[in-house]
């Protein structure tokens, strides 16, 4: 593939805490930089109390250019300090490609992309904030930026289908014809390796061998829900003493929810374990994952589960319908599918689903068969830089300015693109 590499495409993200999107940056910094282009990969800092995944990007021999103002939350002062040093960046490293991820790296990054000129800009949306997060007034200031920003981006990327819907029908951020849906891509082997329990997870909540342990994975912050999973834990206690549940990650609520652990007595049913590095370890020795969130995009815990092999209950919200394989089967309340069950937030309903896979273990075994099957033919990381690649050539060759001699990219997924003379008008 003959890429050439003054071709610069440069990724944008607040921050590179645990999750989707962090993993998302420095995995496609890293194929890129392999397929001959130049990426650069521009970030904030992780601020304490988040896992952070630097430490991927360090395994792979890559050095994020540091935006040291920007965060999450809103400050006019830092906000402005970001706007301006990415513009400096961005008409000293002139790229051609800007893509964003994260709401404001996504608002910061394309406004300094089109103070610059930058020719081609990309924003992915891993989930949104226009549910569950602000208040109504709030998020239609929100709504007013992002379709403002989508007015000047070329393509705007959704994860999922249930994602573009909203994005397009629901929440009218952009046309839908001017929102490619690209899903996920990770470097699934070390979950595909899974294939017996490691006993490490196991050792560190000190749960027996034949004990039902039930795993949560992810942030410990409001959108996440975790009051709603110690609800479910003492549901599940009481129908079950043979039950743990490991609660692996970390966040502002830590504290907060292993108060409530001991004051509701659950102190020996729900374990807290903070971040883990090695997530392999960790699904291995699970029997099922639960997911309890508000809002999602496509969450990654499921996409490690199913890879990992592990059947699943999740709420359903934001993509994860997106996720399940098969026709539904309604039962007292959730719906199963071949890979996994679905589940109102009724921490009984929950209970009763969990128990009926502790039950039967035949299921779970299928469901895991089926969920990582379908996680291995369509998050892969190859598919993932191939269908990007195809995005951004295309794009590029949109624009008159750019003289580009690049190979085409073979992609299985079909990404409709606008038509070049929208996409030179709406984002000029």
Not at 74 to 84: I, N, P, R
Not at 102 to 130: C, E, I, N, Q, S
Not at 377 to 386: M, N, P
């Amino acid at each position: 593939m003959s890429a050439r590499p003054n071709f610069t495409i440069a990724r944008v993200i607040a921050r590179l805490n645990i999750g989707g999107p962090a993993i998302q940056a420095i995995l496609m910094t890293d194929v890129f930089r392999q397929r001959g282009y130049r990426p650069l990969l521009l970030t904030g800092e992780v601020p304490p109390g988040e896992g952070s995944m630097e430490y991927m990007a360090r395994d792979r021999g890559i050095t994020p250019i540091r935006i040291g103002a920007m965060s999450r939350k809103v400050s006019w002062t830092k906000d402005l300090a970001t706007l301006w040093q990415l513009i400096r960046i961005f008409r000293r490293e002139r790229p051609v490609v800007v893509h964003t991820h994260t709401a404001k790296a996504g608002t910061v990054g394309r406004l300094a992309a089109m103070a610059t000129r930058v020719p081609v800009r990309v924003h992915t949306f891993h989930g949104h904030v226009f549910r569950g997060y602000f208040s109504p007034l709030v998020t239609r200031v929100f709504l007013a930026i992002e379709r403002f920003l989508a007015r000047h981006t070329d393509q705007i990327v959704a994860i999922s289908e249930s994602q573009k819907h909203e994005l397009a029908e629901v929440y009218r951020v952009a046309p839908a014809e001017k929102i490619a849906v690209i899903p996920l891509g990770f470097d699934l082997d070390p979950f595909l390796g899974v294939n017996h329990r490691d006993g490490t997870l196991r050792r560190l909540v000190n749960c027996e061998e034949d004990t039902f342990l039930v795993g949560w994975v992810g942030r410990l912050t409001a959108i996440k829900n975790p009051d709603f999973l110690l609800d479910f834990a003492r549901s599940l206690s009481q129908r079950s003493r043979s039950v743990r549940i490991a609660v692996v990650g970390d966040g502002e609520l830590r504290r907060h929810c292993e108060s409530q652990t001991e004051a509701a007595g659950l102190g020996n049913v729900v374990r807290f374990t903070g971040w883990q590095q090695h997530l392999e370890r960790v699904y291995a020795d699970l029997d099922l994952v639960v997911l309890t969130s508000i809002n999602e995009g496509t969450p990654v815990s499921l996409l490690e589960a199913m890879a990992s092999g592990r059947p699943f209950i999740s709420t359903d919200v934001g993509g994860v319908r997106d996720l399940m394989v098969g026709r539904a089967r309604k039962q007292s309340g959730f719906e199963i599918f071949e890979n996994g069950i679905l589940a109102p937030a009724d921490n009984q309903v929950f209970a009763e689903a969990a128990s009926f896979l502790k039950e039967h273990p035949e299921i779970r075994q299928t469901m895991g068969e089926a969920g990582r099957k379908f996680v291995k033919a369509r998050f892969s990381l190859q598919r993932l830089a191939d269908d990007l690649e195809s995005l951004y050539l295309s794009l590029a060759r949109c624009k008159r300015n750019l003289q580009l001699d690049l190979d085409p990219v073979a992609s299985g997924q079909r990404i409709d693109m606008p038509n070049c003379a929208a996409a030179q008008k709406e984002a000029s």
